[in-house]
């Protein structure tokens, strides 16, 4: 099955800075490519994904960038706000497994004032 | 609004007890999860379902069934709990339709402690 590595495991930024979350992924297959956001006692929420046609995505802030030939995919964040502080999750579809999500350690976010 | 819950939101169990995690929602999605989460280990797929007729093992489905009694309806059973699966456990769903996204939706989560 696919495998997802997600570098740093925690991140610290002054607020106003830019913060950039890594992952890379086996299966050349996989198609699909979310982030969510966990903020402290909440349930994970999709911030923004990207599929395998296009190589960048933005909304406001945040951005993700896919390099299919390397198979790792980012998550940008510029402008950082203290309420950007939350656990950030990165995924990816199988390709061979329709549907089914595998997700990194996930990387603990903390914007300080 | 359209959402997945989950009861119950805490449980404290003990050893070597069954206990019921269920989850129901009212997006009218076909497709059904059950993941776990510890701290460091990210969301760990026990189970997932297509469809009511359909049931698949995740990566750490071992000591854990499940049953999809209806569309809407997912439930995830610890057949005798032990310490080790002291965690959050969280329910989500998707939707398969023709040209839809493949976001998840999560639930709020199930706090399970087993002493």
């Known amino acids: 099955g696919e495998n997802v590595e997600q570098h740093p495991s925690t991140l610290s930024v002054q607020e106003g800075d830019s913060a950039v979350i890594k992952c890379t992924y086996s299966?050349?297959?996989?198609?699909?490519f979310p982030w969510y956001k966990q903020e402290l006692g909440k349930r994970p929420q999709l911030i923004i994904d990207?599929?395998?046609?296009?190589g960048e995505k933005k909304d406001q802030r945040i951005a993700v960038t896919l390099n299919k030939t390397a198979k790792h995919f980012s998550l940008h964040i510029t402008e950082t706000q203290p309420e950007d502080s939350a656990v950030y999750f990165c995924?990816?579809?199988?390709?061979?497994?329709?549907?089914?999500?595998?997700f990194g350690r996930g990387t603990q976010l903390t914007v300080w004032p | 609004d359209a959402d997945v819950t989950q009861t119950p939101r805490n449980r404290i169990t003990k050893t070597g007890k069954r206990i019921m995690l269920e989850c129901s929602q009212t997006?009218?999605?076909?497709?059904m999860y059950w993941y776990r989460q510890d701290p460091g280990l990210g969301l760990r797929l026990i189970y997932y379902?297509?469809?009511?007729?359909?049931?698949n093992k995740g990566e750490i489905s071992d000591g854990y069934s499940v049953s999809r009694q209806a569309q809407a309806k997912f439930s995830l059973s610890l057949e005798s709990a032990i310490p080790n699966q002291t965690a959050l456990y969280f329910c989500?769903?998707?939707?398969?339709?023709?040209?839809?996204?493949?976001?998840?939706?999560f639930g709020p989560g199930t706090r399970l402690t087993v002493l």
């Open positions: 989500a769903t998707s939707d398969s339709g023709q040209g839809r996204a493949f976001e998840q939706f």
């Open positions: 299966d050349s297959a996989s198609n699909y």
């Open positions: 990207i599929r395998s046609n296009v």
């Open positions: 995924a990816a579809r199988g390709g061979s497994t329709l549907g089914r999500l595998y």
């Open positions: 997006k009218g999605h076909d497709r």
């Open positions: 379902s297509f469809d009511v007729k359909d049931i």
